[in-house]
């Protein structure tokens, strides 16, 4: 795991610096990356320099640094990411073309050379990794990047004063002297309605994220005609999840949970490969269980695993996750936060993020990730399970809230929707809690408030395309809050025609998988693990895992009206079901509650009109308004608070930059 930046193209105009220091400053900007090693390779004729920050993982020695060149010294690589498979190459190229004298054993070799001796497409259809990739072919003076197929390793780029500036963070764009874009007016607002930044926008305009399992050559022609040539896709998605289908499970409900134990096992054991300390962060949810009991099953040495709890009841998960940790014998680590602990978190977490982002969970992995640093170097996660094998309640609660929505007139359904949400957040919130285990158990989780505030929000909608995407949504009416024009369309549409035939579910997944998990949920994870030097890898992010998953029935990815079926009926064959069978409270912290009492004079502090007014682009008196009524109770606006706050910490960073 590390961080890669760049420059293809003149430098004349980025601060009249040579190629050298100014590669150095983007990568001196990303140091928490890789705080081991700094390389640095340029070809001053072909005008390229590339940057690299090494997080030793694999092969600790000199051999595996970086920026490497491919024996012949036609091609320069830089890479973020690790490649699980790299034995398995490597037996292939000696296989197919003699013996090879290797340098070292590190993943970056033979990568470089399987793109040397195979091609980049014939490289990447079988390589299984996690990546975001510069490769310059010295030959035909053309770079490349490449972005893995999941989206877990970011890639950003974009010309700046006839240059093209690329790397793994705009915190390296940020470093060139004199770098200030304009503000994209409609990411911004798509981040108001999002918490994030649905690529490949990001935050400057000009400057654009590569969508995963995407690939984009530049010649010296482009970069000369200040062209951006449009990224081509290495990997079907669709056309994967397709040909699945196609060819769907045809065994017992027995023998596929045996499949997806040698699956998840088999991609377990590849990403344990490291040659520095390791371990895994455990909530103690269907996820994170499994990766933890598939880790344990194979070692016979304790695992490392961590966790964070919250000090409110229906957010704390700690207690499960040390059950669970208890009983596969892990040698286990959890802290406990506080409305204090996360105030004094949140100066260090608005330096993170290189763009707006407001997932709320972001507190708790950014500190599980500095927990985890002090005792490993490498951390599995269990993200991309909801995605992949369907564990969100959306995809089997979202058709029949559609289907009973959709039989009422749309009159009667705005009626009822604002009905619902006019109902006071504290009111519900303390129903239920007087409930207690008699409370329905979707509403039990301590959120109730924010769920039925976002049913009342969805139930307006015109058409099923529009209700999903409302689901999605995290902010009621967003374009409120900015006080200029922007456009909030709905996400990027990654798929196809081909797609149109799926189920709601189905369609719903893979909307998730190309654009929720990679901007938000894997965001999350990069950032906070990579800020503090931690690598994450993720098991379930595999291809022929997701293959497997595309090919189950319904009913093995939702069976009886729960989510990711197969992977509860594995677990329970390592874990006890009673100690994960519960419902899904997510990896959040109680910020309405908070807002309203810990944290409340940060919050006030951030939200008085002075403070709001500094940008010019906020509406003061809407979300003022805002602010009271949840200080009232008489709404919830927790996450739209949330994404206020958020800008305003990574707005006044962007002021704090000292001048050039």
């Not at 090693?37 to 993982?57: Q, V, Y």
């Not at 770079?143 to 915190?171: C, N, Q, V």
Request: one cysteine or more; glycine letters at 10%.
């Amino acid at each position: 795991m590390c961080g890669l930046a760049g420059i293809f193209g003149p430098v004349d105009g980025l601060g009249g610096q040579a190629m050298e220091p100014l590669v150095r400053l983007m990568t001196g900007a990303i140091t928490h990356r890789g705080p081991d090693a700094d390389g640095l390779w340029t070809d001053p004729e072909a005008g390229i320099g590339l940057g690299h920050r090494r997080l030793s993982i694999l092969d600790l020695s000199p051999a595996g640094a970086q920026p490497m060149q491919s024996q012949g010294g036609r091609f320069a690589i830089a890479y973020n990411g690790e490649i699980y498979n790299f034995p398995a190459l490597r037996q292939q190229l000696e296989q197919r073309h003699g013996a090879i004298e290797w340098r070292g054993h590190s993943d970056t070799e033979i990568l470089v050379e399987c793109f040397a001796r195979e091609g980049i497409q014939a490289t990447l259809d079988k390589v299984d990794g996690m990546f975001a990739i510069a490769l310059f072919d010295r030959q035909k003076r053309e770079l490349t990047l490449i972005r893995d197929a999941f989206g877990e390793k970011p890639m950003h780029y974009g010309f700046w004063k006839g240059a093209l500036l690329f790397g793994s963070e705009l915190h390296s764009f940020e470093a060139i002297p004199g770098f200030r874009p304009s503000m994209n007016l409609d990411a911004l607002g798509s981040f108001f309605k999002y918490s994030y930044i649905p690529g490949p926008a990001s935050i400057w305009q000009g400057v654009l994220k590569l969508p995963p399992a995407h690939l984009v050559t530049f010649s010296q022609q482009d970069i000369a005609a200040q062209q951006m040539p449009k990224p081509q896709a290495w990997w079907d998605m669709t056309g994967d999840a397709l040909q699945s289908i196609g060819r769907q499970f045809g065994g017992s409900l027995d023998q596929a949970v045996i499949e997806a134990e040698r699956l998840v096992l088999a991609g377990t054991s590849r990403r344990m490969v490291s040659d520095v300390p390791l371990g895994a962060f455990l909530s103690g949810g269907i996820d994170s269980s499994l990766t933890v009991a598939m880790m344990q099953a194979s070692t016979d040495r304790p695992v490392r695993t961590f966790s964070i709890g919250m000090a409110e009841d229906g957010f704390d998960e700690s207690p499960a996750a040390a059950a669970v940790a208890q009983h596969l014998g892990t040698d286990h680590t959890e802290l406990v936060l506080t409305p204090e602990q996360v105030q004094d978190a949140i100066p260090g977490i608005s330096g993170v993020h290189d763009e707006p982002f407001a997932d709320s969970s972001q507190v708790p992995t950014y500190l599980v990730s500095q927990m985890a640093r002090r005792d490993v170097t490498v951390a599995l996660s269990g993200d991309g399970g909801d995605e992949i094998f369907g564990g969100y309640n959306r995809y089997f609660q979202g058709p029949r809230v559609w289907n009973r929505a959709a039989s009422l007139p749309a009159p009667l359904r705005r009626a009822v929707g604002a009905a619902i949400g006019s109902i006071p957040g504290g009111l519900v919130n303390g129903v239920v809690r007087t409930l207690g285990p008699l409370a329905p158990r979707e509403l039990s989780a301590g959120r109730a408030a924010e769920k039925l505030q976002k049913l009342a929000r969805v139930m307006s909608m015109p058409n099923e395309a529009a209700f999903h995407d409302r689901l999605l949504a995290t902010s009621d009416h967003p374009e409120s809050i900015l006080s200029c024009g922007t456009d909030m369309a709905r996400l990027p549409d990654r798929l196809d025609p081909r797609a149109a035939g799926l189920t709601f579910a189905e369609r719903a997944m893979l909307v998730d998988t190309a654009n929720y998990m990679p901007d938000d949920v894997l965001v999350k994870v990069d950032r906070a693990a990579m800020a503090v030097s931690l690598e994450t890898r993720t098991p379930y992010l595999d291809r022929d895992l997701f293959r497997f998953a595309w090919s189950l029935p319904a009913a093995m990815r939702a069976g009886n009206g729960e989510g990711k079926t197969i992977l509860r009926e594995l677990l329970y064959r390592h874990v006890p079901r009673e100690l994960v069978d519960r419902p899904k409270a997510g990896f959040a912290i109680p910020v309405g509650r908070w807002l309203r009492t810990g944290l409340r004079d940060w919050a006030e502090s951030e939200l008085s009109s002075d403070a709001l007014g500094d940008s010019g682009l906020l509406n003061t008196a809407v979300i003022r308004e805002r602010w009271e009524e949840h200080l009232t109770g008489k709404r919830d606006h927790e996450t739209m608070l949330w994404n206020v706050l958020m800008f305003q910490a990574w707005h006044r960073r962007q002021t704090e930059r000292a001048p050039d």
